[in-house]
Structure formats: structure tokens, C-alpha cells
């Protein structure tokens, strides 16, 4: 079992790279094997971090309900995580989460094409 204060496994950095260059369907993926078999606050990390990747890819292809509810989703399996987990800033990605669920809501799905680039989240690192 793997816990927030460790450092990033590999499998993670890659997912961070897949996430930040709008590869969210792969990072789903990469994801979706850290989270299989983990428990707890770290389990709900990965978790909800597949979740805002998916939602991206929901977003991208135009199904605004899913990218809605699951953006959702992410952000309450996040919120049971600390502040930052194996050097992700948690906060942030929460904070950029509910920019872009708000933003999204604003326009609505007949717009959500719309929606400015800087409301699109990333994953941010802090120093361990």
C-alpha cells in the first residue's frame, strides 16, 4: 500500500505527463492501474485524479453531463485526500476542478466548446 508522503511511483509521473499534454484518455489508463488494488487516501487520489481525466475527455467530446459528473466526483474523492499526494498539489487540482465545472455550467452544454483554455486544469507538482 502506498501512502501520499512517498514519492511519485513511475507509473505516475507518466500519467502527470499524459494529463498535462491533454492525453486524458491514456492517463485514464495509467491510472486506472494504480488505482486497481490500492487502498485508501491514496486509492481515492488516483481515483479521483482519473475521474477530472476523464471528465477532460468527456469535455473534449462534447458530452457535457458526463464531463460535468464526473468533474463531480473527482473533486469529492479528492477532498478526502491530503493537501498534496506523492507531489501533487491536491488543492490546486481541486480549485482548477470547480473552475472548470463552474465555467462549463456558465455556458452550458449548447457552449461548452466555448470554454477559455486557462479553465482547463493541469497537474501541478510541489517539492516534497
Known amino acids: 500500500m502506498r501512502h501520499c508522503e512517498e514519492s511519485p511511483p513511475g ?11 491533454r492525453q ?14 490500492e487502498e485508501g487516501e491514496v486509492r481515492d487520489f488516483y481515483q479521483g485524479t482519473l475521474q477530472i481525466a476523464v471528465a477532460l475527455h468527456h ?11 464526473l468533474l463531480n466526483g473527482g473533486v469529492m ?12 498539489d491536491v488543492v490546486q487540482l481541486i480549485a482548477d476542478a470547480n473552475r472548470m465545472r463552474e465555467g462549463l455550467q456558465e455556458l452550458g452544454s449548447e457552449r461548452m466548446n466555448e470554454l477559455p483554455p486557462a479553465l ?9
Open 77 to 88: 474523492l479528492l477532498s478526502h485526500v491530503s493537501e498534496a499526494c506523492q507531489w501533487v
Open 59 to 69: 469535455w473534449r467530446n462534447g458530452n457535457y453531463g458526463g464531463a460535468i459528473s
Open 24 to 37: 486524458w484518455f491514456e492517463c485514464h489508463e495509467t491510472l486506472e492501474d494504480l488505482w486497481i488494488g
Open 120 to 128: 482547463v486544469p493541469l497537474l501541478h507538482t510541489v517539492s516534497p
Open 11 to 21: 507509473q505516475l509521473l507518466l500519467a502527470i505527463r499524459q494529463f498535462n499534454s
